[in-house]
Every structure is written in structure tokens, then in C-alpha cells.
């Protein structure tokens, strides 16, 4: 990928800045910090390590991988596969409110973006934004690791930035945990692209306790 317009349209998708609610959602971080699991920068350096190898590395990349190349070959018979995929494995309501919550959002951006979208595609988009990203990706010939990166950095930030509201700790301790969850995400990126389809599956039971628990948190920052 060699044209500037991309790179730059690469960083758009990465941005915080991207009108998709990404940092109104918690995954269960704010419940686990009032439960005590987490209580400094290192008990959320190891959670959100988990969170990678044992459910983004094992059920978003993978997946993202496939509908990536459902979108390449406009099969969308595929893509509703692994875009269903995705919702199964997301363990409770909230988990599943925001990826729809967020497909939604995404799915106006391209609408506005690429108009020409055709509308059983964007109907798909409406369930998760991963696949939006996928098809808009090819639309704009973007490199699937490319994609990919772009796609770590938008989560490895939003999570550090409601860890920064939660936990709680500060900028500096943020932008520290960004480059060491960024470098982990580096290095873990390529295997979990070519994971093999037995293999996609969560395990971060704790998560989902987390999640579930939080649908009922009395006080709380984020949505539900």
C-alpha cells in the first residue's frame, strides 16, 4: 500500500474521533473494577491481555480475516456466516447490543461515504461493524493487516481510555500501556489472521461474568 489518500483513510478508521460509540461501551471492565479484579495499571495491563489472546486474537481477527475475503469475492452468503459467528460468540446481551450498536453507527458512515453501497450489504453492516470495516477495506484497497492494525489500535485505545475513567490511572500510565498492549498486538496479529476455523472461540469466562453482571450494575459510567 503505497498511495498516501489510503494511509490516511487507514488512520480515519483508527481514530478515536470515529462516530461509532466505541468509548461508551466497557466489555465488563467497569464492573470488574468495582468487583475488585482490577485495581492499578498492571491488573488492567493483565485483563486486557486476556481479552486479546483468549478473544480477539482467537474470535475478531479470525473472523475479520474471513469476512475480509467474503467482501473481496462479493460473497455474502459468507459474510452473513461469519458476521452470525461473531454474534454467537459475543456471551451476553451487552456484549451483543454493542456490536450492533456500533454496526449500526458505522453502518451511516459508509452509507455517506460510499453511497453506491449496495443495501443487503449495508443491512449486514448493521449487525457489526467488523464487517463494514471489511467491505470498506476492499471499496477502498486497503490491506487486510493493514486493516487489521488499524482495527487493534482503535480497540487497544478505547479500552485504555475507559480504564482511564475507571480504574483509574493517568495519561502517562495510558499512553505506557498503549505501546506495551501495542506491541503484544504486534507480535500475535499474523498467527490470529490465519487461525484455523476449528480454533475460533472466546475463553474469558470472566468476561462474560463481567458483562452480565454489569447489565445490573447500580452506578455506572458506561452503557448497558
Known amino acids: 500500500m503505497t498511495d498516501p489518500v489510503q494511509w490516511l483513510r487507514l488512520m480515519q478508521l483508527a481514530s478515536s474521533s470515529l462516530p461509532v460509540g466505541s468509548f461508551t461501551w466497557s466489555q465488563g471492565l467497569e464492573w470488574a473494577v468495582e468487583a475488585g479484579w482490577i485495581a492499578d495499571s498492571a491488573g488492567f495491563h493483565r485483563w486486557q491481555i486476556q481479552q486479546m489472546e483468549r478473544s480477539f486474537f482467537t474470535v475478531d481477527l479470525p473472523i475479520f480475516a474471513r469476512l475480509y475475503r467474503a467482501c ?8 452473513r456466516r461469519w458476521t452470525a459467528c461473531l454474534l454467537a460468540c459475543r456471551e451476553t446481551r451487552e456484549l451483543r447490543a454493542e456490536e450492533r450498536n ?25 449487525q457489526s461493524q467488523l464487517c463494514g470495516m471489511a ?12 486493516l487489521a492494525l488499524s482495527l487493534g489500535y482503535s480497540w487497544i485505545e478505547s479500552a485504555v481510555m475507559a480504564g482511564v475513567k475507571l480504574v483509574p490511572f493517568g495519561q502517562q500510565a495510558a499512553q505506557q500501556l498503549i505501546l506495551s498492549l501495542s506491541a503484544r498486538y504486534a507480535a500475535g496479529m499474523e498467527n490470529a489472521l490465519l487461525l484455523p476455523d476449528d480454533d475460533i472461540g472466546s475463553a474469558t469466562p470472566l468476561t462474560a461474568i463481567a458483562s452480565s453482571r454489569h447489565e445490573t450494575q447500580y452506578s455506572r459510567l458506561f452503557r448497558s
Open 72 to 79: 473481496a469475492t462479493d460473497d455474502i452468503d459468507q459474510a
Open 135 to 146: 467491505w470498506l477495506g476492499v471499496r477502498w484497497r486497503i490491506e487486510l493487516n493493514a
Open 102 to 126: 456500533r454496526g449500526a453507527a458505522f453502518t451511516r458512515l459508509v452509507t455517506d461515504w460510499e453511497p453506491d453501497c449496495p443495501p443487503a450489504w449495508r443491512t449486514l453492516f448493521a
